[in-house]
């Protein structure tokens, strides 16, 4: 087994970390992930990375990547800053071309890797975006704003307090009459 901790390498070999069971841990540098930073309310300055290499029992070469990272994103509901907690526990298996990604077991994701190695921020980077919710928004009662729920009361009150300030607006009609 080898173990590579805490010095993580720009580059790595997926086919050949999996043949040799390698292990990868350590921090990665996120600030230069250029299409994951935008997406962001601040900047994200690392994220704590570890793969292990293997094969399973019907021969499948995977990279088992675990994150757990706070992605700072905008709640969408009431548009204020939030921690978005991500947990990454997947099991990457590498491919030379879409074709042989059809033919993957139940729990495994494909890694298309088109040369040798593959740079391991890009590798985090696509993890990390594909684990992005599309509406980002805080959890229930996280949320400073108002939920739906209580719009549609305030609305509500709002309008029996107009019918009881004008008791006589319904003689007015019937003036007009």
């Not at 390698?22 to 600030?31: E, N």
């Not at 509406?135 to 739906?148: Q, T």
């Not at 609305?155 to 300030?165: A, G, H």
């Amino acid at each position: 087994m080898c173990s590579k901790l805490n010095k993580l390498p720009l580059r790595i070999d997926p086919h050949q970390a999996s043949k040799e069971s390698a292990l990868y841990k350590g921090v990665i540098d996120c600030s230069k992930m250029n299409r994951l930073q935008p997406l962001l309310q601040s900047q994200l300055n690392s994220a704590e990375v570890e793969l292990q290499g293997g094969v399973d029992l019907y021969g499948n070469s995977y990279l088992h990547c675990k994150m757990n990272v706070a992605l700072p994103l905008i709640c969408q509901r009431c548009l204020q800053g939030m921690q978005y907690k991500v947990k990454v526990n997947i099991k990457l298996v590498p491919v030379n071309s879409e074709l042989e990604d059809l033919d993957l077991p139940e729990g495994y994701e494909p890694l298309l890797t088109k040369w040798k190695s593959v740079k391991l921020s890009d590798l985090v980077e696509e993890v990390l975006l594909l684990e992005l919710p599309v509406v980002s928004r805080h959890i229930g009662d996280e949320c400073p704003a108002p939920l739906y729920d209580e719009v549609d009361e305030i609305i509500e009150e709002e309008q029996v307090e107009e019918q009881r300030q004008k008791p006589f607006s319904n003689l007015k009609e019937l003036l007009n009459n």
